[in-house]
């Protein structure tokens, strides 16, 4: 399955739905939160959790997906891994700012991307349609490839490039010690060097603020497919140029590990040299 295979109805369609799973998903972590947070696991770290949130959310995520698109396959940060024989992928994370939703901080939200294989693409999947919910301020953004992103219906687009000094950056931070001291050596040399930054702890939230025109650029690295799937397709569709593990013809030197970077052309070709040590 290819991109022109797909109709403008079969577009709609897939955006519609995702919006659908990941708000009734969003709403239930919600509801949860609002009860306490239970820790369910650890994975690359002590402080990489799982809680019963995000396993909850995946399993709404996936009954829905599985009633009105059985044919699918399912790729989830929690586990699922449904084989499907549409050539549709659906890439799915339960709750993006798992760290935000332990703390009852806002910016945790729920992402899924429906995906074609794409092996121009980092990870081999590129998003065709995509929704990102934001359960804590019941933002909904969306998009489909080539019809545009909107927040909650309304139509979504990129600031104007600043100059570097000007802008609003936003970067995350990986969950090792080593990783992160690398992250931080190169900081050190962004910092100076822009308005300021902004560090939210999702990486879907931060596409999706660039796409709102709430940051003018975004960068990171070590991020998962299912961090970015949905919320890179958004950006792109608000008029972000995205680089390094989702663009299109640019494959990262180390799957797995790619770097992001997206926003204005202009903003991410004068970011790309201060980023040298996160390839
Ligand atoms: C998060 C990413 C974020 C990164 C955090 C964390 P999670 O994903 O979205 O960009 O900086 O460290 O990895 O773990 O909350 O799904």
Request: charged share 20%; aromatic share 6%.
């Amino acid at each position: 399955m290819n991109l022109n295979a797909l109709s403008y109805s079969d577009l709609t369609e897939l955006r519609n739905l995702a919006e659908r799973v990941a708000r009734d998903a969003g709403t239930h972590v919600r509801n949860l939160r609002e009860k306490g947070v239970t820790v369910a696991a650890a994975k690359s770290s002590p402080v990489d959790i799982v809680t019963l949130g995000d396993q909850a959310a995946e399993q709404i995520i996936v009954a829905e997906l599985r009633d009105w698109r059985h044919s699918d396959a399912i790729l989830g940060e929690e586990g699922t891994n449904r084989a499907g024989a549409s050539g549709i992928t659906w890439i799915l994370d339960p709750i993006d700012g798992t760290t935000n939703y332990f703390y009852n901080q806002p910016n945790y939200c729920v992402s899924v991307a429906a995906c074609v294989a794409d092996t121009s693409y980092s990870e081999g999947y590129r998003a065709v349609a995509g929704a990102v919910y934001v359960p804590t301020s019941a933002e909904l953004f969306s998009a489909a490839a080539g019809l545009g992103a909107a927040l909650n219906g309304k139509k979504l687009r990129i600031n104007e490039a600043a100059p570097l000094s000007e802008s609003l950056i936003a970067t995350g931070f990986g969950y090792s010690a080593k990783k992160r001291a690398r992250q931080a050596e190169v900081l050190l040399e962004v910092l100076p060097r822009v308005r300021d930054i902004r560090r939210s702890g999702s990486a879907a939230y931060d596409l999706c603020a660039l796409a709102a025109g709430r940051l003018d650029a975004y960068y990171e690295a070590g991020l998962k497919v299912w961090d970015y799937a949905a919320a890179e397709l958004i950006a792109r569709e608000a008029g972000a140029t995205v680089t390094g593990a989702a663009a299109a013809g640019v494959i990262s030197s180390k799957p797995g590990t790619p770097l992001l970077i997206a926003g204005p052309a202009e903003t991410v070709k004068a970011l790309q040299p201060l980023l040298p040590a996160l390839k």
